[in-house]
């Protein structure tokens, strides 16, 4: 997969050094009244598509960032809860049976037994 792309950026490099030679061309640029760049063509377009993304790139870096924050969280988290679940679980003992209070005196339902 490497290669591949290794292979499409150099293409890409030569489709633009073959634009830029063909194209390289003195423009006058007005930057506002009373000020005049004089620049070549492919200069000015580099310059016009930087100018465009660097922007959108601080903008893509920025949600990774957050996105990341928020992932690294839900996994400390996760790892939190595992760490609770997997823990060794001591045994709790049944309480004592309490004996029934020797009253004499029996209800109708339950059978009374007398040594």
Known sequence: MGILRTIIWVLLTAVLVIFAMANWLPVTVTIWPGQVLDTKLPVLILAAFLIGSVPMWI???TTRWSLKRRLDTSERQLADMRALA????EPVSAPAPTPA???????????LDIP
Do not use: F, I, K, Q
Request: charged fraction near 10%; proline fraction near 22%.
């Open 59 to 61: 903008a893509l870096r």
């Open 101 to 111: 209070p020797a009253t004499g005196t029996a209800s109708p339902s339950l059978p």
């Open 86 to 89: 997997n823990r060794p679980v």
